[in-house]
């Protein structure tokens, strides 16, 4: 069964940090590319951060530029993101998603995970 997993949102006063994870299950996860989505609460879907296959290249939306930080482990079918100095504005569900290409559309997504950055 092809499964993303997420895993590591909470509640966190601004300012802190959070490590994200996604534990992919049957499919080759290292031929696919990683990307990280999140939506709050009556906003559009956005794309945050992407990884290539390789886990040689990576892109960030502005706005967690020099805050956040995607990476993976293919050997245990793992992706993460790293997320630093946060705002009340990154509250939102966070997801991870594969596709075929760098920030390329998603083929597939997890079932999210919330993080809520509040005092």
């Known amino acids: 069964q ?9 509640l966190v006063q601004p300012g802190g940090s959070l490590r994200l994870s996604c534990v992919a299950s049957g499919f080759t ?3 696919y ?6 939506q709050a609460p009556g906003k ?3 794309r945050v951060a992407c990884i290539s296959n390789r886990n040689d290249i990576t892109e960030y939306a502005d706005f967690v530029k020099d805050r956040f930080t ?20 990154d509250t939102a569900v966070y ?6 290409a760098l920030c390329e559309p ?3 997504w997890g079932q999210g995970t919330q993080v809520t950055v509040s005092s």
């Open 2 to 10: 092809l499964q993303l997993v997420e895993s590591g949102g909470s």
């Open 29 to 31: 996860f290292h031929a």
């Open 33 to 38: 590319y990683i990307s990280w989505y999140r």
């Open 44 to 46: 559009e879907r956005e």
């Open 70 to 89: 995607i990476s993976r482990d293919n050997a245990i079918a793992t992706a993460y993101l790293e997320m630093r100095t946060l705002r009340p504005e």
């Open 95 to 100: 997801y991870c998603t594969t596709s075929d």
């Open 106 to 108: 998603a083929l597939r």
